[in-house]
């Protein structure tokens, strides 16, 4: 709870309505320090504890507004891909390469959840944002929000793909020998996490009733974790994440899906059109291979390893069918 919520909780208004008038400045002191530790804590939070959760279930969290913020900064969001901290280290770069290719100050606004990451954006908290295909979609339809580019995988396409993945010493050999066992997805509004293994798991006749049990991890770095530890025995990641593992000796892949459209860089449709075209020249002209590589950190580990390509908006044609079908939307 920030200190505005604070001092306009009803609670709050009682305790200095009643209370005697020496002890008023006590009360406020103890408020305001319970405030402080509120936010430390919260802010401290890394991971989302696994738990199996209804597909239906929509967040409460419906009334975002914009905080105040420092004027004239542009603040980039991101999904949750890998640990919180290792997100941020790659973005924060990434940022000062914006910074000098615009000529605009830009800061890093981070979210645990996906939700949050286009509720952000769609209220003006961020005015861009780097959003899996599904977030694209629900920040198109539900906010207007617009998108620029589109990231390259490391073969210069702007595709990336889906994998299933177990333990290496698992019995499992194939994405059929997962009926009856428990399944680790990512956040609920994943694109390689959730619903394109989900669609996977139903092409191969597996439903989530034909599974022992399920849950969303909330990240692919959740995901592997949990797998990992031996509490699920099969989870879904982004293919690039899965190939270091792979390479590390610590998964074994059952299945790879077809190629879907890359995550995406977006924006809030109240920014300024000058803004948009200048950030979108120095994404398409952005070379993290070779020209910019010295400046980044750890760059190859997210979606868009060799730069950007122009977003093309029929590329999420059957991102959306899918959307709809999972009742995402």
Known sequence: ????????????????????????????????????????????????????????????????????????????????????????????????????????????????????????????ITHFAALGPVNSVLAIKRYGAGCLVMGLNSDGKPEYRAVIFTRINSPLNNIRDLKGRTFAFGDRFSTQGHIIPRKMLETAGITLMDLKGYVFTGSHANTARVVLNGEYDAGSMQDALAKRFVAEGKIRILAASKPYPSSLICFNKNVDPIIVKAVKSALLSFDPKDKHAGILVDWDKTEMPDGFAEYREESLKEIEQLVKKYRLH
Do not use: H, W
Request: hydrophobic share 35%; charged share 25%.
């Open 1 to 124: 709870m920030g200190l505005f919520d604070l001092y306009s909780n009803n609670l709050y208004n009682i305790f200095i309505m009643y209370a005697p008038t020496y002890l008023k400045p006590c009360i406020r002191f103890y408020l305001l320090l319970f405030s402080f530790f509120s936010l430390t804590l919260s802010g401290c939070s890394q991971e989302e504890i696994p738990k199996k959760v209804s597909l239906d279930r929509r967040s409460s969290n419906t009334g975002i507004t914009a905080p105040q913020l420092e004027p004239g900064v542009l603040r980039f969001g991101f999904d949750l891909r890998l640990e919180p901290k290792e997100d941020v280290k790659i973005y924060l770069p990434f940022m000062r390469y914006l910074e000098s290719k615009t000529g605009n100050k830009f800061s890093i606004r981070f979210t645990e959840r996906y939700e949050n990451t286009i509720e952000n954006l769609g209220n003006g």
